[in-house]
Structures are given as C-alpha cells and as structure tokens.
T-cell receptor, first 113, second 113 residues
Framework: QKEVEQNSGPLSVPEGAIASLNCTYSDRVSQSFFWYRQYSGKSPELIMS????GDKEDGRFTAQLNKASQYVSLLIRDSQPSDSATYLCAVRAFSGGYNKLIFGAGTRLAVHP | EPEVTQTPSHQVTQMGQEVILRCVPISNHLYFYWYRQILGQKVEFLVSFYNNEISEKSEIFDDQFSVERPDGSNFTLKIRSTKLEDSAMYFC???????????FGQGTRLTVV
C-alpha cells in the first residue's frame, strides 16, 4: 500500500517564526511532489510543486525534497496568522500508471499573534 | 485567473437516489480527476480521466460511480444509488500538459439523508 505520512499536528508557531512541515512517502519511484493548503471547509489550493532533489523557493515558502530518504518538507518563513490552515502533502503515484495524486492526512498549522 | 468550477455547491439527496455532480475544468487542460473528502478525513482519490477514458480508479470507485465528459467543457460524476456513507465533499480537479499539477474546484458538499 502506497502511503503518504504527515504529522497531524497541530503545529503551533508564533507570528514571524518559521513553520516546518514534514512528509514521508513509501513509493520509492514517485517523481512529483506537491504541497497544498486547505482552509477549513475549502478546497485544496496548490502552493508548491517539486520534482528534483534539493530546495525550491517561492516567496515565503521553501519546499525541500530528499528522494533517498523519501522525505519532503515545506518551510514557511515569517509565518502569519493567515497561514493557519491544514497543509497537505501529495505525491504522484507510480503504480503502473501515474495519473493520480495520493494525499497525506495533512498537518494543521496554527500561527498565533 | 482560470479556475475549476463545480456545481452545485451543496446537494442534499435521499438514500437510493441518483446524483450528478458537475465540473467545468480549466480550459485546455487534458487531465481530469474526482476526489472526495469525508468530514475530518483525508482527501481520497476516486478516478482520473484522460483522452476520453478512465485512466485510473480507486477501490472506492465501484459500479455505483461513473464519469462522463459529455461535451468539450463539462466533466461529470454520477452516483447511481446513493448511500449514507457517500456523504462527503467531492472535488473535481484538472491538470494541464503532462498532468503533473492538479488544480481543484471549490467542491460540492453531498449530503445523503
């Protein structure tokens, strides 16, 4: 069974701090990795995608990928109360076809003023 | 900015009734998906659709479910005989060339009574 694992949280950080969110996946041949943000009662919103080992930065967000360790992370710098949401890690599965994303259960982030 | 549009936003139906959930994917996207999220649970893959046929489906997507792209713009999910456990948020998503990233609609909340 191919799985995507995340700590459910909540992860509580003060405003202005760095929030670090982690994700591990079991399918070693996965090639594409995504971070989505989901506010309560809303749909997942794509915030980052990463395809190769290393870091990818976009504004206050940095995604990190280590395929050898099967590990993806998301750093949010200068966290704001508006960043409070559930962050979903998603992996494009390679199971004889790769036309689906498998989601983790999400990590709830709470940024307090 | 292009977006995926879903209708209706909320559907209440009696157990055993058929429902059709509708989606207008982002124009020029080629890959289409349905996901569902039961309240408080993870986002679950149902089915992916490419080149006018199903490319992958999950165990959830049994004979009670079907998808259709009746014209060049709409993508529908039909549940033939709804059960109480079908109550969930249903998300449509679409992806462009290569199908790597998936962009979600705002969802349809289905309540089966």
């Amino acid at each position: 069974q191919k799985e995507v694992e995340q700590n459910s949280g909540p992860l509580s950080v003060p405003e202005g701090a760095i929030a670090s969110l982690n994700c591990t996946y079991s399918d070693r041949v996965s090639q594409s990795f995504f971070w989505y943000r989901q506010y309560s009662g809303k749909s997942p919103e794509l915030i980052m995608s990463i395809y190769s080992n290393g870091d990818k930065e976009d504004g206050r967000f940095t995604a990190q990928l280590n395929k050898a360790s099967q590990y993806v992370s998301l750093l949010i710098r200068d966290s704001q109360p508006s960043d409070s949401a559930t962050y979903l890690c998603a992996v494009r599965a390679f199971s004889g076809g790769y036309n689906k994303l498998i989601f983790g259960a999400g990590t709830r982030l709470a940024v307090h003023p | 900015e292009p977006e995926v549009t879903q209708t209706p936003s909320h559907q209440v139906t009696q157990m055993g009734q058929e429902v059709i959930l509708r989606c207008v994917p982002i124009s020029n996207h080629l890959y289409f998906y349905w996901y569902r999220q039961i309240l408080g649970q993870k986002v679950e893959f149902l089915v992916s659709f490419y080149n006018n046929e199903i490319s992958e489906k999950s165990e959830i997507f049994d004979d009670q479910f079907s998808v259709e792209r009746p014209d060049g713009s709409n993508f529908t999910l039909k549940i033939r005989s709804t059960k109480l456990e079908d109550s969930a948020m249903y998300f449509c998503a679409s992806g462009g060339q290569g199908g790597t990233e998936a962009f979600f609609g705002q969802g349809t909340r289905l309540t089966v009574v």
